[in-house]
C-alpha cells in the first residue's frame, strides 16, 4: 500500500533577503517546505533561489522588524495560517573597536532595538500560529554569551544577543503551554556580517540549523544551541 504523501510544511523566515536567512529559504524550499520569507526590499536573491519550479512555494513578504505597525499588518495578513518553523533571523551588527562608552544613543538603540526588542516583538505577535509540535528559533550568537565573553570586543552587539536571550527565557517562562524555544548560534559564518574571514560558509551552517530545529521541534523548553546541536553556555 502506498503511504500518503506528508502534509506541507510551512516555515516563516524573517530577514531573508541574503546571508543566513537567504540560505534558510534555499534549504527548506529544497526540501519541499512552503517558505513565506520577508525582505525589507530586495527581492530578487529570493525570486533567484527559488527558481521556477519552486517559486510557487515561496511567498515573499515586506517587513522592516524595527517598525511595529509592519509586523501587526503581516500578522493580520497570515492570521489563520499554521506556521510549523518561526525563525526571526534579522540582525545588525555593531562596530567591534566600539567601547560602550564611545557608542551614541542613536546607534545603541538601533542595534539593541534590531537585535533584541523587535525579534522578540515577533515572537510575541506569531507565537500564537506555531503548533506545539513546531519551533521558536531566534537568531542568536554565541557571542550573547556572558560565560564566553572573556575578549570583549562588540561590545553592544554582545550586549544586545545577551539581552535576546534573556528575553526569550522570560517569555520561555510564561508559556502554559509545551513549546520548543530556540535561541540559535550559527556558528561563524561567511555573510556580510561575519565577513570573509569565518571559517563556516552559508550550506554548511544552514543545514546545521536545519537538523538541530528538526531534531529538537516538539520537545518542550528553551535551548541556546548552536548549529551543530550543542548547547552555549549563556
Ligand atoms: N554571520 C555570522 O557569523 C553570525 C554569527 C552569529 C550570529 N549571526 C546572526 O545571524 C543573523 C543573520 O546574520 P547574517 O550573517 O546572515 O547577516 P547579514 O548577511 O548581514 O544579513 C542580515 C539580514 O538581516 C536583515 N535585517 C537587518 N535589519 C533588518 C530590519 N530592521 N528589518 C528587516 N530585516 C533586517 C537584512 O536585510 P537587508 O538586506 O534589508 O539589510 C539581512 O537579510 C543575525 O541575527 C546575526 O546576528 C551571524
Redesign the pocket.
Known amino acids: 500500500m502506498k503511504s500518503s504523501p506528508s502534509p506541507e510544511k510551512t516555515i516563516l523566515i ?9 540560505g534558510l529559504a534555499r534549504e527548506y524550499l529544497a526540501r519541499g517546505w512552503r517558505v513565506i520569507a ?5 527581492r530578487e536573491r529570493l525570486i533567484a533561489c527559488a527558481g521556477s519550479e519552486l517559486l510557487s512555494k515561496l511567498e515573499i513578504e515586506t ?4 517598525l511595529p505597525a509592519q509586523i501587526a499588518a503581516l500578522r493580520e495578513r497570515l492570521a489563520g495560517r499554521q506556521i510549523d518553523v518561526l525563525v526571526v ?5 555593531s562596530r567591534h573597536d566600539e567601547k560602550i562608552g564611545e557608542i551614541s544613543e542613536q546607534d545603541f538603540n538601533w542595534v539593541m532595538v ?2 533584541a526588542l ?1 525579534p522578540m516583538r515577533i515572537v510575541e505577535e506569531f507565537s500564537g500560529l506555531v503548533p506545539e509540535s513546531g519551533a521558536i528559533v531566534v ?5 550573547g554569551s556572558i560565560t564566553r565573553n572573556t575578549t570583549g570586543g562588540a561590545e553592544v ?1 554582545r550586549a544586545s ?1 545577551a539581552a535576546l536571550n534573556t528575553l526569550m527565557r522570560s517569555f520561555a517562562s510564561r508559556q502554559t503551554k509545551p513549546r520548543t524555544l530556540l535561541a540559535m ?10 565577513s570573509d574571514r ?1 571559517p ?1 560558509d552559508v550550506e554548511t551552517s544552514v543545514r546545521g540549523m536545519v537538523k538541530v530545529i528538526d531534531a529538537e521541534a516538539g520537545k518542550p523548553g528553551m535551548r541556546f544551541v548552536n548549529y551543530k546541536g550543542e548547547t552555549v553556555e549563556w
Open positions: 524573517v530577514g531573508a533577503s541574503r546571508g543566513l536567512g537567504l520577508t525582505v525589507r526590499l530586495d517587513l522592516d522588524t524595527t533571523n534579522a540582525g545588525v551588527m534590531t537585535n523587535s537568531m542568536s550568537s554565541a557571542m552587539y544577543k548560534h550559527p556558528g561563524w559564518v561567511r555573510t556580510e556580517m561575519g569565518a563556516l
